[in-house]
Each structure stands twice: as structure tokens, then as C-alpha cells.
């Protein structure tokens, strides 16, 4: 769970043309583009393909079974949890500790990001130590929060916030430093002041980096939390599959795998309906 490269080349691949191909994806197609209705339609059969190759190659014993349960008994399983209403008080707890985790994590990732990116001092001073905890491996930390906070929500939510705040301050540190200079000498020489250069000039250009942070952020909370539920709670969606997994009910693993997954994806469409909305004044990018 170690971030690694998070301030390398690859990370600006990965978080402003990223974010700026998911702005591509909203604009109308170009010509001889696939159309999105067209494009949705087409992943829903290749879904529809796989999960019916799936059930009949269970069917006809060519899967095993106990190792890969039918499709069908994985949805029977979940509507099952849906219906009588087990699943949601251990979603509820889940989702507690991963929404605390996330904004606490990007809350964090966020300040320090910026002040670092304009206190050269701060960064020099900081940056052995910051490199020296992100290449810790994140496991290795859950025993120790277990220890510390006990086996409540506090525990998971300390889990998630490190690997949500190395995300973010990466993320941030990197888009603010790569601000056009031509761009910050000219609001200074206009008379800008820092809290100006900050809002008009630092946080609109860096905002491309922080929601590409945030989508990947979301996912690691939620990890954060179900890992460390699965190492040791009294309740959570991380809890419900280790209670599966120990009576050997791996259609309750796939399901509680398949549900953590559908509420992973509205999320993100939230997050990318709220990146829309606040980028909205950026232009698409010409191919």
C-alpha cells in the first residue's frame, strides 16, 4: 500500500491529463467518434458476456464452485443482505470510517501540500522524513493502531487517513509547484498579494492535481477501512467478509466484495459530478 511515485513523471501523467481525458469524455464526440450511449451499451454486454461465461462454466463444473461461486447465487447472496437488512448497519460503520478518514487525510494533504509548495525551506527540511513514511508499508501500521485506539472506528480512521494524506500532499505539492512562473511573476508584478496569488492563481491551477488525488483517494479510504476491519472490529462491511470468509462462505466474500464495489463507483460519480462543476471554466483540450 506504499504510494510510490507520487511526485515522479508518471504522476502528472496520471493526474492532470488523467482528469482532463475525463473532461474529454464528457464533451460530444468527434467525428467518427463512438458515441457514450453507444460505448455504455457496448460494456454492459461485454458485462453481461463475461458474468453469463462465468455461470456457465461454473454450471458445466469447468470452475469450482466453492472457489468461485455462480454469479447467480453472488446476487442471490446480496439481495439477501439488501432485503433483510444485515448489510447496512455494517456499510453505515464502513462508510463512517472511510468518509472521516478521507476528508481528514485530504484535509490534511491539502495544507501541508500548499504550504510546502511555498516554503522552500519547510520542503528541504521535510522531505526526507515525508519520503521515509510514505515508503512505509501501510500494513505494518494497522497493528499498532489497533493497539493505540482500540478496536473502533478510530483505528481505521487513522489506518485510512495515511494512505489518504500522502495521496493528496503529493498531489497538491506537485500541482502547485508546476504553476506557470511567467504567470505568478505577472499577478506579482500586478501587485497580487500571497492570499490573491492563492485563490486566484495556486488553487485554480493546482485543482486538476487534487481531484485526480481525490478519485484515487476515495478508493484508498474505503481500503483503509475494510482492512482494518478485517484485521479486527466488532462490525463493518471488512468484518462481514472475514465472518464469511471463516465459515468458508465465499458467496458472502463475492458479495460483500461486489457491494463495497457499486458504492466505490457512485461515489466517484459524485466526485466527478463535483469536478465538472468546479472546472467548469477550463477549456477541453484539442487533440
Known amino acids: 500500500m506504499t504510494i510510490l511515485g507520487s511526485r515522479k513523471t508518471g504522476s502528472r501523467k496520471n493526474g492532470s491529463f488523467a482528469a482532463q481525458d475525463r473532461h474529454t469524455g464528457n464533451r460530444q464526440p468527434r467525428r467518427g467518434e463512438m458515441s457514450a450511449l453507444a460505448m455504455r451499451s457496448i460494456q454492459l454486454l461485454l458485462t453481461v458476456l463475461v458474468l453469463g461465461a462465468w455461470e456457465v462454466l461454473g454450471r458445466a463444473?469447468?470452475?469450482?464452485?466453492?472457489?468461485?461461486?455462480?454469479?447467480?447465487?453472488?446476487?442471490?447472496t446480496v439481495w439477501l443482505w439488501v432485503s433483510s437488512g444485515f448489510v447496512f448497519p455494517h456499510l453505515w460503520v464502513t462508510m463512517q470510517e472511510a468518509i472521516l478518514a478521507f476528508l481528514v487525510g485530504a484535509a490534511v494533504g491539502l495544507l501541508l501540500g500548499f504550504i510546502l509548495a511555498r516554503v522552500r525551506f519547510l520542503e528541504r527540511l521535510l522531505d526526507p522524513f515525508l519520503q521515509m513514511f510514505n515508503a512505509l508499508p501501510r500494513v505494518v501500521l494497522a497493528?499498532?493502531?489497533?493497539?493505540?485506539?482500540?478496536?473502533?472506528?478510530?483505528?481505521?480512521?487513522?489506518?485510512?487517513?495515511?494512505?489518504?494524506?500522502?495521496?493528496?500532499?503529493?498531489?497538491?505539492?506537485?500541482?502547485?509547484?508546476?504553476?506557470?512562473?511567467v504567470l505568478v511573476d505577472n499577478a506579482k508584478m500586478l501587485g497580487a498579494s500571497e492570499k490573491q496569488l492563492l485563490r486566484h492563481v495556486f488553487?485554480?491551477?493546482a485543482l486538476t492535481w487534487i481531484f485526480s488525488s481525490l478519485h484515487i483517494s476515495v478508493g484508498f479510504a474505503i481500503t483503509g477501512a475494510v482492512v482494518g476491519e478485517y484485521l479486527g472490529a466488532s462490525g463493518g462491511m471488512g468484518y462481514a467478509i472475514a465472518q464469511a470468509q471463516g465459515v468458508f462462505d465465499t458467496k458472502g466474500v463475492f458479495a460483500g466484495m461486489f457491494i463495497l464495489m457499486i458504492v466505490v463507483l457512485i461515489i466517484d460519480l459524485l466526485v466527478n459530478r463535483l469536478e465538472r462543476h468546479l472546472l467548469?471554466?477550463?477549456?477541453v483540450r484539442s487533440s
Not at 489506518?159 to 502547485?176: K, R
Open 143 to 181: 497493528p499498532i493502531f489497533l493497539l493505540w485506539f482500540g478496536l473502533g472506528i478510530w483505528s481505521k480512521v487513522a489506518f485510512g487517513f495515511t494512505l489518504v494524506f500522502f495521496i493528496v500532499f503529493f498531489n497538491t505539492l506537485e500541482g502547485v509547484k508546476s504553476v506557470d512562473r
Open 280 to 283: 467548469r471554466w477550463r477549456p
Open 61 to 76: 463444473g469447468v470452475i469450482d464452485e466453492f472457489f468461485f461461486p455462480l454469479p447467480s447465487d453472488i446476487f442471490q
Open 203 to 205: 488553487i485554480p491551477s
